[in-house]
């Protein structure tokens, strides 16, 4: 069983920046890919960015070179730093998790998922 915690969201301007953080619970959190979010009001939840625990990472192609994911296994933790915010960038923010080395892209191959943060970039 794995718990998930996001945090950092909030309100920003066009062109800031914020880093959400997704705090896990369990030993093995480790081997797990975990996977970022968004999901906006009437649109279906996408991955933004995906890292497996290799470090291998996935990116959507409209925040490549914007976000970067990063995990830091002895803090059982994974960041999403966000820079140069977009107002279309505004969503609920998830992040999730599932077994195995594969990041995937659909939501409905993770199996563990947090409560959300809500970022709002305004323009």
């Known amino acids: 069983q794995v718990q998930l915690v996001e945090s950092g969201g909030g309100l920003v301007q066009a062109g800031g920046s914020l880093r959400l953080s997704c705090a896990a619970s369990?030993?093995?959190?480790?081997?797990?890919?975990v996977g970022w979010f968004q999901q906006a009001p009437g649109k279906e939840r996408e991955l933004v960015a995906g890292?497996?625990?290799?470090?291998?990472?996935y990116y959507l192609d409209s925040v490549k070179g914007r976000f970067t994911i990063s995990r830091d296994n002895a803090k059982n933790t994974v960041y999403l730093q966000m820079n140069s915010l977009k107002p279309e960038d505004t969503a609920v923010y998830y992040c999730?998790?599932?077994?195995?080395?594969?990041?995937?892209?659909?939501?409905?191959?993770?199996?563990?998922w947090g409560q959300g943060t809500q970022v709002t970039v305004s323009s």
């Open positions: 999730a998790s599932k077994q195995g080395l594969r990041i995937g892209v659909a939501a409905s191959g993770y199996d563990y």
């Open positions: 890292i497996n625990s290799f470090g291998s990472t």
């Open positions: 369990g030993r093995t959190f480790s081997v797990y890919a």
